[in-house]
């Protein structure tokens, strides 16, 4: 990392590995530099890609945009559906069922939060009528529990405003859709298993790859994406991995898709079993499923039953074992190399948040594309925000797990008496008091997904914030009964789901 070379531009960039980090990385590249520096991809048809995640967060919208992807076009060539958050069944305790909303719900109200308004209800039953659920009072919710769909409003006065939205999509698929807009954008995929990586003598920058067939992909700078192995940055330049897996146990999944067997649910589920939980996410042409579980709970093949026993329609695929350690490496940029996706880190499928990792690493990387004098300072400041990302993520992550009461196996009692982050206890303690949640940082995660959460699991405020009491209690009823009516009718006039899809984006065939 010479000095001397400082100001002397990339020339050659190098992606190892394909699947949805390797091809996320490579339309970037290939959109915002590719016509002035050579951008190559190096993967093997030999070596799998992991492609369980089929969910996404709302935030890929931005990285479509970014490249001038279209949205009906990318939902029909990847079977995409719409999702309006993710449903939790069994968290709290078994037979608790609860939304993790995108959106928000109603506006504050002379400055206090809208879920005051029902935690004052829901903590005085002598003054106030029960509430119901907080799931009430989302419009994404309220939408997706009756199969409903339709873009966000840009009228404040609307309760469509209220709405975010992700998508579901066959991962694979995706990665298919930008290879062809990565070669379209000048990059150059080449084919071939790597058998070893060149390292510079003098300062110890990879030089180049060797494929097994004896070619030599030379470059200035690497990308590496090649999975679990992280065959650059752990096992090329040695960066160690921070194991997260006393705070996150699970370390298994199968995965395996199924026939459909109706109209496709806007939101994904999450169930939780005795070790584990499993997933169920429709797209336009298959269902994906899922168990996500801890090996030292239970066994692969109990573990395998009960993903199949708890499948609603018959398996169209054979089952895949994927074994995973939760967790991250000490730094994603080491010298001239920069790992993003599953070589950076991986935390765990639950809040479906792997391609936004991708997607955060890759916006960083152009904010701060280096030349070939690798600024230490710019290299630090990529890895403190990715950590900082990586660390906020599976605070929320690890919430789950900890605000259950579920003690009816070894492993809910080990998630719900486990030691957890400091920052994260603190969080959950500022709620126990008065039901107050401040955004950390730049958390993804915003009040509206740690106050679901939180209520959902049935972790509930001895208090509400004492300036509640400006609403007159009459109001206070008022308002939340309003509210539930104008979300409950704006829903009903919204699409059904598989109608909206058949109209905007329906996939060929």
Request: charged share 20%; with cysteine; proline share 6%.
């Amino acid at each position: 990392m010479s000095e001397s070379r400082a100001g002397e531009p990339i020339g050659r960039v190098v992606i190892v590995g394909g699947g949805s980090a390797g091809w996320m990385t490579a339309a970037a590249l290939g959109r915002m530099v590719g016509n002035r520096i050579s951008v190559t991809l190096v993967e093997s048809d030999e070596i799998g890609i992991v492609g369980v995640g089929e969910a996404t967060i709302p935030p890929l919208q931005e990285y479509n945009l970014a490249l001038g992807i279209r949205e009906d076009e990318f939902l029909a060539s990847t079977q995409g559906t719409f999702k309006l958050g993710i449903q939790f069944v069994n968290w709290g305790q078994v037979g608790d069922s609860y939304v993790h909303p995108f959106g928000n719900y109603r506006d504050p109200l002379q400055g206090m939060q809208f879920h005051q308004l029902w935690l004052r209800q829901k903590l005085d039953p002598t003054t106030f009528p029960d509430p119901g659920s907080l799931d009430d009072y989302s419009m994404a919710v309220v939408a997706a529990k009756k199969g409903r769909f339709s873009p966000p409003a840009g009228d404040r006065n609307s309760a469509l405003s209220m709405l975010s939205y992700a998508y579901h999509m066959d991962a694979s698929l995706y990665a298919k859709c930008l290879r062809g807009y990565a070669e379209a954008h000048n990059v150059k995929r080449v084919e071939g298993k790597i058998a070893t990586v060149e390292q510079e003598p003098l300062n110890g920058n990879i030089a180049a790859v060797a494929l097994e067939d004896g070619r030599r992909v030379e470059g200035d700078f690497f990308v590496d994406c090649s999975g679990f192995r992280s065959l650059l940055l752990g096992q090329t330049l040695g960066v160690p991995y921070r194991n997260w897996q006393h705070w996150l146990p699970c370390d298994s999944a199968y995965a395996v898709p199924t026939a459909s067997n109706g109209p496709p649910t806007p939101y994904t589920r999450a169930t939780a079993g005795a070790s584990g939980w499993r997933w169920r996410i429709p797209l336009q042409h298959r269902v994906g499923n899922g168990h996500v579980f801890s090996s030292s709970h239970i066994d692969q093949d109990v573990a395998l039953r009960e993903l199949i026993d708890g499948l609603d329609a018959a398996p169209i695929g054979e089952p895949r074992l994927l074994k995973f350690t939760a967790g991250r490496r000490e730094r994603m940029w080491e010298r001239n190399c920069v790992a993003i996706g599953l070589a950076s880190g991986f935390i765990e499928p639950l809040e479906s948040t792997s391609i936004h990792l991708i997607q955060q690493a890759v916006f960083r990387l152009m904010a701060l594309f280096p030349d070939k004098g690798f600024n230490p300072a710019e290299t630090a400041k990529f890895n403190s925000l990715l950590i900082e990302e990586y660390e906020y993520i599976r605070d929320f992550i690890v919430l789950h797990y900890k605000a259950t009461q579920r003690d009816d196996s070894d492993f809910w009692n080990y998630c719900r008496t486990m030691d957890i982050p400091e920052r994260l206890a603190e969080q959950i303690e500022l709620w126990r008091g008065r039901g107050r949640i401040f955004r950390p940082g730049y958390s993804l995660f915003t009040e509206v997904s740690w106050i679901a959460v939180l209520a959902g699991q049935n972790v509930m405020p001895e208090a509400v914030d004492p300036l509640i009491a400006v609403i007159p209690p009459e109001a206070n009823r008022q308002i939340l009964a309003d509210t539930r009516q104008v979300i409950a009718r704006a829903a009903d006039a919204m699409p059904r789901h598989e109608d909206y899809i058949r109209q905007y984006c329906a996939a060929p065939g």
